[in-house]
């Protein structure tokens, strides 16, 4: 079918997103029907004035084999910034079944950053041969982006700046910016640099354009501006532009020359997947899992932590074996013992929780350890009290023994003592011995206030009930 007709009246105006967020239904539908009868003229129209996000959301929820399909139809009107919008699973299928020339042809028209983004998770060979495809100059550019490290400021960097030498005056500058080509979509602060490109210093364009034309750029030049080795890590960076409020920073290599720049949009998308990376790891989760993911690759991804899991569970069930004479006598303290056990785990799990986060956002240091350390106890203690009248007073109802409650309530607040001390203390242990805390911090804790938990129940119930 050729692209001559107009495209239905409702293609324009039916909403993108629901009342949800989601992506319109019945938008996928349409899109599915123009993919089926190759209607070129209707897929033009729905995305002309699509944002990336959208367009990303679009293909995530079209059918696997539609999405390339969606591309190749478009040809240049696809925008291929949306592929920095999927998650990488899908954007690994799509980039699979589309031809070098096209992914070529896609990634010339991105900012280098977005295009190291896509680029980056494709094998040697497929990514070799895309970079072929490119002219040189834009090949050396993309080349030199993916041979820094991964997860650090060069991989995340905009190549393209606006930089000028400092005895340049305002209307130069001005004039530069207005009539130069190869200028970025965006930029917020113009870059000075001496002759041979070592970064000197930054100028706000407020600043530049308030003004007077005669003036030099050396007048206006912020030398304590914060700029970022290109090898440093983006977490550390993201937390640079966290702490001092930046927009953007100048990105220097080891030389000190103005090698790129990062922005703040950059910026919001790594804190994004750092806290999603924290999230799932906390719960045992890889951090590479996505919605998209197969069966097989989310059961062997989790089978790890939950055999870990297995093996912690054993250890805690040693503990309830070692007692087993007492159980037998006083079936309560079976009813009872997990209670306190669970009721570790939770509280350690807060703790936990808040101390991992700390960590990863550079709260939790030398300076203020001990005061944190101290605050959990305390909280601990109190909260081991609060539980532990709640708890002894519940026991000895419903088992018609005081001495029952009065073990329950002394096992309750150790417990959580210890609770505290845990949350606190592993995910410090781990840090400092270079293991990420996110992902291993539940299953030590967890164990570790079971055992205490039915130990220290077991343990006092036996000395006070005379049950050995």
Same mark, same amino acid.
């Given at each position: 079918?050729?692209?001559?007709?107009?495209?239905?009246?409702?293609?324009?105006?039916?909403?993108?997103?629901?009342?949800?967020?989601?992506?319109?239904?019945?938008?996928?539908?349409?899109?599915?029907?123009?993919?089926?009868?190759?209607?070129?003229?209707?897929?033009?129209? $729905?995305?002309? &004035?699509?944002? =990336? !996000? *959208?367009?990303?959301?679009? +293909?995530?929820? %079209?059918? @696997?084999? #539609? /999405?390339?399909?969606?591309?190749?139809?478009?040809?240049?009107?696809?925008?291929?910034?949306?592929?920095?919008?999927?998650?990488?699973?899908?954007?690994?299928?799509?980039?699979?079944?589309?031809?070098?020339?096209?992914?070529?042809?896609?990634?010339?028209?991105?900012?280098?950053?977005?295009?190291?983004? $896509?680029?980056? &998770?494709?094998? =040697? !060979? *497929?990514?070799?041969?895309? +970079?072929?495809? %490119?002219? @040189?100059? #834009? /090949?050396?550019?993309?080349?030199?982006?993916?041979?820094?490290?991964?997860?650090?400021?060069?991989?995340?960097?905009?190549?393209?700046?606006?930089?000028?030498?400092?005895?340049?005056?305002?209307?130069?500058?001005?004039?530069?910016?207005?009539?130069?080509?190869?200028?970025?979509?965006?930029?917020?602060? $113009?870059?000075?640099?001496?002759?041979?490109?070592?970064?000197?210093?930054?100028?706000?364009?407020?600043?530049?354009?308030?003004?007077?034309?005669?003036?030099?750029?050396?007048?206006?030049?912020?030398?304590?501006?914060?700029?970022?080795?290109?090898?440093?890590?983006?977490?550390?960076?993201?937390?640079?532009?966290?702490?001092?409020?930046?927009?953007?920073?100048?990105?220097?290599?080891?030389?000190?020359?103005?090698?790129?720049? $990062?922005?703040?949009?950059?910026?919001?998308?790594?804190?994004?997947?750092?806290?999603?990376?924290?999230?799932?790891?906390?719960?045992?989760?890889?951090?590479?899992?996505?919605?998209?993911?197969?069966?097989?690759?989310?059961?062997?991804?989790?089978?790890?932590?939950?055999?870990?899991?297995?093996?912690?569970?054993?250890?805690?069930?040693?503990?309830?074996?070692?007692?087993?004479?007492?159980?037998?006598?006083?079936?309560?303290?079976?009813?009872?013992?997990?209670?306190?056990?669970?009721?570790?785990?939770?509280?350690?799990?807060?703790?936990?929780?808040?101390?991992?986060?700390?960590?990863?956002?550079?709260?939790?240091?030398?300076?203020?350890?001990?005061?944190?350390?101290?605050?959990?106890?305390?909280?601990?203690?109190?909260?081991?009290?609060?539980?532990?009248?709640?708890?002894?007073?519940?026991?000895?109802?419903?088992?018609?023994?005081?001495?029952?409650?009065?073990?329950?309530?002394?096992?309750?607040?150790?417990?959580?003592?210890?609770?505290?001390?845990?949350?606190?203390?592993?995910?410090?242990?781990?840090?400092?011995?270079?293991?990420?805390?996110?992902?291993?911090?539940?299953?030590?804790?967890?164990?570790?206030?079971?055992?205490?938990?039915?130990?220290?129940?077991?343990?006092?119930?036996?000395?006070?009930?005379?049950?050995?």
């Amino acid at each position: 079918m050729t692209d001559t007709h107009k495209a239905p009246e409702d293609t324009l105006e039916r909403p993108i997103r629901d009342e949800d967020g989601a992506i319109d239904a019945g938008l996928v539908e349409q899109v599915s029907q123009a993919l089926l009868l190759s209607d070129l003229t209707t897929l033009r129209a $729905i995305v002309a &004035d699509m944002h =990336e !996000a *959208d367009l990303g959301a679009l +293909l995530e929820a %079209l059918d @696997p084999e #539609e /999405r390339p399909r969606l591309i190749s139809l478009l040809g240049s009107d696809f925008d291929f910034t949306a592929l920095t919008e999927v998650d990488d699973t899908i954007r690994e299928e799509i980039l699979e079944e589309l031809s070098a020339e096209t992914v070529a042809e896609g990634v010339r028209d991105l900012d280098t950053d977005d295009a190291v983004y $896509i680029l980056e &998770d494709l094998d =040697e !060979a *497929d990514k070799q041969e895309v +970079l072929d495809k %490119l002219p @040189p100059a #834009e /090949r050396i550019i993309l080349q030199q982006g993916l041979d820094y490290p991964e997860d650090s400021a060069g991989r995340r960097m905009q190549s393209e700046v606006v930089a000028v030498p400092a005895f340049w005056t305002v209307g130069q500058t001005i004039d530069y910016l207005r009539e130069a080509a190869d200028m970025p979509e965006r930029f917020f602060e $113009i870059f000075v640099a001496d002759p041979a490109h070592h970064f000197v210093g930054t100028v706000r364009l407020d600043r530049l354009l308030r003004t007077k034309r005669p003036v030099s750029v050396s007048e206006l030049v912020d030398e304590d501006s914060r700029a970022v080795k290109a090898t440093d890590d983006i977490e550390d960076v993201a937390r640079l532009f966290q702490r001092y409020n930046l927009i953007a920073a100048p990105v220097i290599d080891d030389a000190g020359r103005l090698v790129g720049v $990062i922005t703040i949009d950059d910026i919001v998308d790594v804190i994004e997947e750092a806290a999603d990376d924290d999230v799932k790891q906390l719960g045992g989760v890889h951090a590479d899992e996505e919605l998209s993911d197969s069966v097989r690759e989310v059961a062997l991804g989790r089978f790890r932590w939950r055999f870990i899991s297995l093996i912690a569970a054993f250890v805690s069930a040693s503990v309830m074996a070692m007692f087993e004479a007492q159980l037998s006598k006083l079936v309560a303290l079976a009813v009872l013992a997990p209670i306190v056990a669970s009721q570790g785990g939770n509280a350690a799990t807060q703790t936990m929780t808040v101390a991992v986060r700390a960590l990863g956002t550079g709260d939790l240091g030398s300076w203020n350890m001990g005061r944190f350390f101290r605050r959990e106890m305390i909280v601990g203690l109190l909260n081991g009290v609060a539980f532990a009248a709640i708890t002894g007073v519940v026991a000895a109802v419903w088992f018609s023994s005081v001495m029952l409650g009065i073990v329950i309530s002394m096992a309750m607040v150790l417990t959580l003592i210890v609770a505290a001390l845990a949350g606190v203390a592993v995910p410090l242990a781990l840090d400092k011995a270079g293991i990420d805390p996110a992902i291993s911090s539940g299953t030590f804790v967890t164990t570790i206030t079971d055992v205490i938990g039915f130990f220290s129940f077991l343990g006092i119930a036996t000395m006070l009930l005379h049950l050995a």
